[in-house]
């Protein structure tokens, strides 16, 4: 049923079935992988599974989608990868610390300010796949 959901909202968005896993814990959780929606999965946990009805797990699945969609996964790894490449350049070209300090705080405030965004974008993809309204 799990794939089944995942494939029929993945076909409302014209993009491919991403692969469909459940993981064996009692948390309540989900997430997307994969850089490419080619090959990507959305994970389930055991939990999520047995404490939401069809409609709010649908509405989790979408969001997970929203995130392939959009390259989420890729985006935000970059970011981080450039903002931390970024404090280590400061550091190799022997910047003071306050100049480090200060460039890692803003870019650590940027990535964080990203991955909000995308949750929030993410949300919408989802109210729009499974809400009427």
Known sequence: PLWELTANLAGKMKMPVPEVFI??????????TGCRAEDSAVIVSRGLLSKFDDDELAAV???ELGHIASGDT??????SSYQKSMVWYMDFAG???LVRGTIALIGELAVLS????REYWADAV??????PD
């Open 95 to 97: 910047a003071r610390w």
């Open 23 to 32: 993981y064996d814990n009692p948390c309540v959780n989900a997430f997307a």
């Open 61 to 63: 699945v979408a969001h």
């Open 74 to 79: 890729w985006r935000m790894q970059f970011a």
């Open 114 to 117: 990203l991955s909000r965004r």
């Open 126 to 131: 989802a109210a729009t796949l499974t809400s």
